[in-house]
């Protein structure tokens, strides 16, 4: 089956600051890839995605960057504020199966 | 606008009792899913239900049953609870599965502690 790994498991910016949260995945014929954020106590919520016929998807400070040959994905955050600090988590789906995997989630941390 | 709303909230259980955790989606979504969530391990599924009608397993199913009720309604039942059980649940939802997958959206979660 597939297998989503996040990398790293923790990162702390200065607000302002740019942040790349880099994911991996062993399953080829994956062709979705979401990216969710989920702060303390709450539920996880869609921040954006992108499908496999795109390589880059932007909105506003956000934007995910998908390489199929090298089977990653990475979220870029720009002008970085306190209100980015959460856990990050990514995922892929496998058209076969329709069911995400997702990365055991990154900790965003952005220093005031 | 309730979207997916997941109850209980919270509830505490002895080892050995038997639960439901109920969810429901105002979506008009076809697909429903079953997540526990563990310090650590991120988001793993337990069932998952691609179509009203069908139910099929997760990732971690077992000690776990589900019921797709309806259109609109996901249970899920511990029929004898375990401490290993002990997480937090989320329900979640999609306009269709497969190919071309919508996103899903999330409830609010039930924190479960099994004594």
């Known amino acids: 089956g597939e297998n989503v790994e996040q990398h790293p498991s923790t990162l702390s910016v200065q607000e302002g600051d740019s942040a790349v949260i880099k994911c991996t995945y062993s399953d080829s014929a994956s062709n979705y890839f979401p990216w969710y954020k989920q702060e303390l106590g709450k539920r996880p919520q869609l921040i954006i995605d992108?499908?496999?016929?795109?390589g880059e998807k932007k909105d506003q400070r956000i934007a995910v960057t998908l390489n199929k040959t090298a089977k990653h994905f990475s979220l870029h955050i720009t002008e970085t504020q306190p209100e980015d600090s959460a856990v990050y988590f990514c995922?892929?789906?496998?058209?076969?199966?329709?069911?995400?995997?997702f990365g055991k989630g990154i900790t965003l941390s952005v220093r005031p | 606008n309730a979207g997916v709303t997941q109850t209980p909230k919270f509830q505490v259980l002895k080892t050995g009792q038997s639960m439901t955790l109920q969810c429901a989606q105002d979506m008009n979504h076809n697909s429903m899913y079953w997540y526990r969530q563990d310090p650590g391990m991120g988001l793993r599924l337990i069932y998952y239900s691609a179509s009203e009608g069908t139910t099929d397993k997760g990732e971690v199913p077992n000690g776990y049953n589900v019921s797709r009720l309806n259109k609109r309604e996901f249970s899920l039942r511990l029929e004898s609870a375990a401490p290993s059980q002990t997480s937090v649940y989320f329900c979640?939802?999609?306009?269709?599965?497969?190919?071309?997958?919508?996103?899903?959206?999330f409830g609010d979660g039930t924190r479960l502690s099994i004594l």
């Open positions: 992108i499908r496999s016929n795109v």
């Open positions: 979640a939802s999609s306009e269709r599965g497969g190919p071309g997958l919508e996103p899903q959206h």
């Open positions: 995922a892929a789906l496998t058209g076969a199966n329709s069911k995400l995997t």
